[in-house]
């Protein structure tokens, strides 16, 4: 691995974990799926870097963390469009 794949190995790998916080703790559907971007773009990298290596199956995993935070903001979207919805049938009534 050379220096310039360690490095952005590295790079997507904080963003993965800096947007996941972010997602959790925001609960914003924004961060969810910048956090399900870098997930996969971070599984698809340890894919490209790791292809020979008995460690594969953390791009499973990583794979798995961004379908995770995709399904997080999905419901946060059908979650506010609930709750708009409902605040509108307060208005109208």
């Given at each position: 691995?050379?220096?310039?794949?360690?490095?952005?190995?590295?790079?997507?790998?904080?963003?993965?974990?800096?947007?996941?916080?972010?997602?959790?703790?925001?609960?914003?559907?924004?961060f969810s799926?910048?956090?399900?971007?870098?997930?996969f773009t971070?599984?698809?990298?340890?894919?490209?870097?790791?292809?020979?290596?008995?460690l594969i199956?953390?791009?499973?995993?990583?794979?798995?963390?961004?379908?995770?935070?995709?399904?997080?903001?999905?419901?946060?979207?059908?979650?506010?469009?609930?709750?708009?919805?409902?605040?509108?049938?307060?208005?109208?009534?």
């Amino acid at each position: 691995m050379t220096d310039i794949e360690l490095m952005s190995y590295l790079l997507v790998f904080a963003l993965s974990v800096i947007f996941s916080t972010f997602a959790v703790d925001r609960k914003s559907f924004t961060f969810s799926f910048l956090s399900m971007a870098c997930w996969f773009t971070f599984a698809t990298v340890h894919l490209y870097l790791a292809y020979a290596s008995t460690l594969i199956v953390l791009a499973y995993l990583f794979m798995f963390l961004g379908l995770v935070f995709m399904v997080h903001g999905f419901a946060r979207v059908f979650s506010s469009i609930a709750e708009r919805k409902e605040e509108r049938e307060w208005e109208l009534a």
